[in-house]
Structure formats: C-alpha cells, structure tokens
C-alpha cells in the first residue's frame, strides 16, 4: 500500500466529519429535536438511541468510526418530515460504550434486532451507509421479518465487493492515523477512554480483515432493496449490479414492469461524498419507500 493511498483514506476519514456536519447556517428546529432519545439494554450493551418525528419508521445506520451527529446531521432533518427516523450508535461508536465481545455484522444486526424490539416497532425501512450498509445487509439476513424495506448506500454485501486497492488498504489503518482529527476529538468528547481508542480502532477494522460473503443470504433477501453507489466510489460497479440483477434487475421495464428493487450509480460522487449528495439521495429513498410495488408497468 503506498503513501499516496494511506493519506488520502486518512484525508477521506477526516472529510467524512466535515461532509456530513450540518451547514452552518443550518437552523434546527423543533421538529428536528429528538422526541425521544436514551439508552436501550441490548446484549450487554448499552445502546444509545435517538428518535424523530412521526410516520412510517425508518432507521438510519452509520458508518465505520461515526456517530450520529457526524453521519446524519444533514439527513435527518430531511427525513423526519414525514417519518419516525430512529438512529442508533453501534457497539464502541459514540455514546454506546464498548463491551467484552468483538464486533462483528451479525453481532450489530442483533443489537439493532433488539433495540427495535425495545421500541415495540414490530417493522421499519432499514437505512445503511457504508459499515452500517453490512449491518443493514445482516438485519435483512438475520431478522427478515423486521424489514419492510432496505436502503444500501456505498456498502457491500462481501468483501471483495470492494475495489482491490480499497480492500488491501483497510489493513493498513492504525490508531496513529486519527491523532488531531475531528474523529478522535469526538469520541474523547462523549465520555469515552481515550486510553481504549487504539482498541476500539482495531476492533472496528477488524471485520473488514476477515473474508466474508453473504451473497448467496442477500440475493435470497425478501425485501425490496435500493442500493446506491457512487460512480468513483470503494464499491466494484459489478458488485451492485450482480445484486440488482438477482432482485429482477437487467430487463426493459417498458416490456416486464419495474423490479420491486433499484440501482442507482451516482455520478460524480465519491464513498465520502455519497454522503454529500442529499438533494439527489432524499428523493430518490423516499420514491423508493413510498412507491406502489404493485403498479402495472407503464403503457402509451
């Protein structure tokens, strides 16, 4: 891995914070306070939670080394206009302290499992970016009956879902990396030990260390799935479209009718900047999740 790479994932680590801070001129309003917010006792955690507005639940899973300010300030706003938005903080990120067990995909999906249980919602449109795209993948997995709708932002399903060079440079991430960055601040501010960060550093980048496949899982996941990438993303353009075209993708709409599942390839966008992208992403999620799956195909 050269020293090119390993500064500009450092670079896109840092540029992750900035890009999903709210703008400055961001006003936050009433609505777009918690309604509810606190901590769940899930596993042997104790999982933080915060809950917005009303309607139809969706809940918003972040990604890796993120909190909920730093991955959804721009987007819950948004989203809670019509919706009950639910954002959760996993194992060792934010608020949500970490515990004797690694952490693992399958290990987040149950925490989450356990946390909608705990807010007695019996099924919700699941949302996942990036690490939390895995862990949305695991929920459809391991706990279908949960899931009414899935929502895929630049995540993969296996490890080689990743661009080669993408995938070889996650072992080269170190605690080192995140001295004097906005990440590390963040988790000293929260009340964490600094002294475990060097820990919770490894434990995070360890799943993504370990080979993992869920394709055969995944491509037999009932729910209705939009997947969305980047066109200069960390996800391998084939690895979408193997997805998409097990879920009824890679025929003419006009002839068959419309996949209850979609595909989008962004362009322009980044893996950090598919976070940047709301005016696109915002209607696009919410058509998805609102669309008639029963619709006839279009006629003239």
């Not at 995540?155 to 906005?182: I, K, L, R």
């Not at 066109?231 to 009824?248: N, T």
């Not at 989008?264 to 598919?274: D, F, S, V």
Request: net charge negative; proline share 6%; hydrophobic share 40%.
């Amino acid at each position: 891995m050269n020293t090119r790479i390993k500064t500009g994932f450092l670079a896109a680590i840092i540029l992750t914070v900035i890009a999903c801070r709210p703008q400055q001129d961001t006003v936050v309003s009433q609505e777009t306070k918690p309604a509810e917010s606190g901590y769940a006792d899930i596993n042997g955690l104790k999982m933080y939670y915060e809950v917005y507005g009303k309607g139809q639940p969706i809940v918003l899973l972040h990604g890796s080394f993120m909190n909920i300010p730093l991955n959804w300030s721009r987007i819950i706003p948004l989203l809670a206009k019509d919706r009950k938005v639910i954002v959760a903080e996993m194992q060792g990120h934010g608020r949500t302290k970490d515990i004797s067990r690694e952490i693992s995909y399958e290990g987040m999906a149950d925490d989450v499992s356990g946390l909608l249980k705990h807010l007695k919602i019996d099924s919700a449109d699941i949302l996942g970016y990036s690490m939390g795209g895995g862990v949305a993948f695991q929920i459809a997995v391991r706990h279908p009956e949960q899931v009414r709708r899935l929502v895929i932002l630049s995540g993969a399903y296996a490890h080689d879902g990743w661009w080669p060079d993408v995938e070889a440079s996650f072992a080269t991430f170190t605690p080192e990396m995140f001295e004097n960055t906005p990440i590390k601040k963040q988790y000293d501010s929260l009340g964490n030990d600094p002294e475990h960060f060097p820990e919770f550093v490894k434990k995070v980048i360890s799943i993504d260390l370990k080979p993992y496949d869920w394709s055969r899982e995944v491509k037999n996941i009932k729910a209705p799935i939009f997947m969305a990438i980047g066109d200069a993303d960390g996800v391998r353009y084939e690895h979408a479209l193997e997805l998409f075209r097990a879920k009824g993708g890679g025929k003419m709409g006009d002839i068959y009718g419309l996949p209850e599942s979609r595909l989008a390839i962004l362009p322009g966008t980044t893996h950090i900047g598919m976070m940047q992208q709301t005016d696109w992403l915002i209607p696009m999620i919410t058509d998805f999740l609102d669309s008639d799956l029963n619709a006839p195909p279009p006629t003239f």
